[in-house]
T-cell receptor
Framework: DAKTTQPPSMDCAEGRAANLPCNHS???????VYWYRQIHSQGPQYIIH???NNETNEMASLIITEDRKSSTLILPHATLRDTAVYYC????????????FGQGTTLQVKP | DAGVIQSPRHEVTEMGQEVTLRCKPI?????LFWYRQTMMRGLELLIY????????DSGMPEDRFSAKMPNASFSTLKIQPSEPRDSAVYFC???????????FGPGTRLLVL
C-alpha cells in the first residue's frame, strides 16, 4: 500500500477554510484516497474519498492533483468542533484493502 | 441505527488476567475490523473478518491475542494472559462489502496493571 505524508499539526481560525495537505507520491493507478478524522476520545470518522476527480460532500471537499501524487482536504468553514486528528489514507476500493493509518495531522481550530 | 457497539467501555485488570472485549457490528455489515491505538504506535489494524471468517490476522501481535466471530452480529477479542504493554484503546469497526466507509465504535479503554 502506498504511504502518505502529512504535516503533524496545523492551526486554523474559526470560520475560515482549513486546507489539509497530503502527499502520496507512490499511489498506484487504482488506489483511492480516503480521509478520516478522530475527535478526541472517539473512534475515527469517515469524511470523504476519491480516485482522481475532485469530490465534495456535506462535510468537506477533496482536491486531488492531476498526477494524483498529492491531495488537499478542505473544510470550508471550520468550527471548534472540527478540532481533531485528520488521517489521509490510500488504499484499494472495498475491503480487500486495509486502512493503514499514519500519524495524521492534528488540526486545532481556534476562536 | 445504534452504530457499532463495544463493551466494556473501560476495563482495568491485573497482569496475567484474561481480558475479553466485545463488539456488535452494524446490522447487515459483512466486514468487521479490530484496531488497537496507542500513543507510541498509533492506530493499528489487528485483524479483520468477512462473513464471520478471519481474512487477515497479520496484525495480531502474538499468540496471547485471539479473535473470533461466531456469528454476524458478534465478535470478541481476547487477551490471555494480559500484560501492561497491552494497555491501549481497542476499536471495532464494520462496513458493507464494496463500500469505502468503515464505521468505528467508541472503543474500549484497557488498562493492565
Amino acid at each position: 500500500d502506498a504511504k502518505t505524508t502529512q504535516p503533524p499539526s496545523m492551526d486554523c481560525a474559526e470560520g475560515r477554510a482549513a486546507n489539509l495537505p497530503c502527499n502520496h507520491s507512490t499511489i498506484s493507478g487504482n488506489e483511492y484516497v480516503y480521509w478520516y478524522r478522530q475527535i478526541h476520545s472517539q473512534g475515527p470518522q469517515y469524511i470523504i474519498h476519491g480516485l482522481k476527480n475532485n469530490e465534495t460532500n456535506e462535510m468537506a471537499s477533496l482536491i486531488i492533483t492531476e498526477d494524483r501524487k498529492s491531495s488537499t482536504l478542505i473544510l470550508p468553514h471550520a468550527t471548534l468542533r472540527d478540532t481533531a486528528v485528520y488521517y489521509c489514507i490510500v488504499g484499494y476500493r472495498g475491503n480487500t484493502g486495509k486502512l493503514i493509518f499514519g500519524q495524521g495531522t492534528t488540526l486545532q481550530v481556534k476562536p | 441505527d445504534a452504530g457499532v457497539i463495544q463493551s466494556p467501555r473501560h476495563e482495568v485488570t491485573e497482569m496475567g488476567q484474561e481480558v475479553t472485549l466485545r463488539c456488535k457490528p452494524i446490522s447487515g455489515h459483512d466486514y468487521l475490523f479490530w484496531y488497537r491505538q496507542t500513543m507510541m504506535r498509533g492506530l493499528e489494524l489487528l485483524i479483520y473478518f468477512n462473513n464471520n471468517v478471519p481474512i487477515d490476522d497479520s496484525g495480531m501481535p502474538e499468540d496471547r491475542f485471539s479473535a473470533k466471530m461466531p456469528n454476524a452480529s458478534f465478535s470478541t477479542l481476547k487477551i490471555q494472559p494480559s500484560e501492561p504493554r497491552d494497555s491501549a484503546v481497542y476499536f471495532c469497526a464494520s462496513s458493507l462489502p464494496g463500500e469505502e466507509t468503515q464505521y468505528f465504535g467508541p472503543g474500549t479503554r484497557l488498562l493492565v496493571l
